[in-house]
C-alpha cells in the first residue's frame, strides 16, 4: 500500500507533466482528456486533462486540470523527491527551478541531508528535493 500524489493544475497540466517526464527521465505521460469521455457524462467539456501521469520506478504522480475559478489549488502542497547523490538532486532542483521557477529554500548540505533544496516550478507546483544522510 501507498499514498500517490495527485495535483492540480488549471489548463497546462499536459504541458507540467511532460516537462516532469524530461526532468526525471521518464516515459512520456499518460493522458485522458475531458473530451474523451462519453457525452453526458457531466464532465467539462474541452480539451483539458482529466487524469494524467507519469512512472518513475514504481512511483507514480498523478494530475489533472482542475476546474476554473477554484483558486491556487496547490498553493499548501509540497512534493517530496529523494535520490541517492547530492549531484542528481542538484540537476533536478535547477531543472525545477527554470523558466519562470521560483527556489523557496536554496540547494545546500544541511545536517539531515548531502543535498537538499525547495523550488517552487513554472506550474506551481512546490518540490522539496533530498539527496542522501550525511
Known sequence: MTFTPYLHFQGDC????AFYAEVF???APEISRYSDAPEGSGLPAGEGVMHGEIRLGDAVLMASDFPPGIGDPQAAVSVMHSVA???TGRAIFEALAVEGGAIVEPWSETFFARGFGMVRDRFGTHWII???HP
Open 14 to 17: 499536459a504541458e507540467a507533466l
Open 25 to 27: 527521465g521518464t516515459d
Open 85 to 87: 547523490d547530492p549531484e
Open 130 to 132: 533530498h539527496a542522501g
